[in-house]
């Protein structure tokens, strides 16, 4: 099992640019979630991505937005860069198929962005 | 809206010793999760415990438990015989009832020495 997987490992990208971050959830997960933790902050909810659609969304500007396709992969892409973009972008997945009584959160390693 | 607060940046214990992490959080749900999440160096967020507000009965794993008042809004980590391995950012996490959602502190910079 790969676990949750995320690409690329760091991206350098300058003011106003456009970046696409992409996510693998673990083997058997639909949905898929994006955090974005600046140094030396706790990760903050940007969006959830379940059946294709975004399902839940944080507090963060339209510049933010995603997909997901029909292999349950994602996609971040933001645009218009600020330096204030520069942080660690987390994904996590999780199964709505199994019912539990909550859906445990399995992270990747995350993508290191940095905004010159 | 919920917050989770963590007021100890940074701790540092000897191997073997015990260690306390604090948490408290805010909300007016009755029913959600708190959990504890560990990040060492290589980034990856990795759960430790997690706790139902629902029960009573404080949760453990191993060599980790917490102590969970409800009333209080506290939700503090204990780490019992401290490896190096334990070294890393630890955070405190709340998630509302079928939300998936986490809501993250700060976190608190733990450091094991020898």
């Known amino acids: 099992d790969a676990g949750v997987t995320q690409s690329p490992t760091h991206l350098i990208k300058t003011r106003g640019q456009q970046v696409t971050l992409r996510c693998s959830p673990k083997?058997?997960?639909?949905?898929v979630s994006w955090y974005q933790q600046a140094l030396g902050q706790g990760p903050q909810f940007i969006f959830q991505?379940?059946?294709?659609?975004?399902?839940q969304r944080g507090n963060f500007p339209d510049r933010f937005s995603g997909h997901q396709f029909p292999n349950y992969s994602s996609e971040l892409n933001v645009n218009a860069l600020l330096l204030g973009d520069s942080a660690l972008y987390l994904c996590?997945?999780?199964?709505?198929?199994?019912?539990?009584?909550?859906?445990?959160?399995?992270f990747g390693p995350g993508t290191r962005l940095t905004v010159l | 809206a919920q917050t989770v607060t963590q007021s100890q940046p940074e701790m540092s214990v000897q191997e073997a010793e015990t260690v306390t992490l604090s948490c408290t959080y805010d909300t007016s749900e009755n029913n959600y999760y708190l959990f504890w999440y560990k990040q060492p160096p290589s980034r990856q967020m990795i759960l430790v415990i997690r706790?139902?507000?629902?029960?009573?009965q404080n949760a453990t794993e191993n060599r980790f438990s917490v102590n969970f008042q409800k009333a209080a809004k506290s939700f503090s980590l204990k780490i019992s015989d401290s490896q190096l391995g334990d070294t890393a950012m630890y955070f405190c996490?709340?998630?509302?009832?079928?939300?998936?959602?986490?809501?993250f502190g700060t976190g608190t910079r733990l450091q094991v020495f020898p």
């Open positions: 706790q139902e507000a629902y029960k009573q």
């Open positions: 996490a709340f998630m509302k009832h079928n939300t998936d959602k986490l809501i």
């Open positions: 083997s058997g997960h639909d949905t």
């Open positions: 996590a997945s999780s199964s709505q198929i199994v019912w539990t009584d909550y859906n445990e959160q399995f």
């Open positions: 991505y379940y059946e294709e659609e975004e399902r």
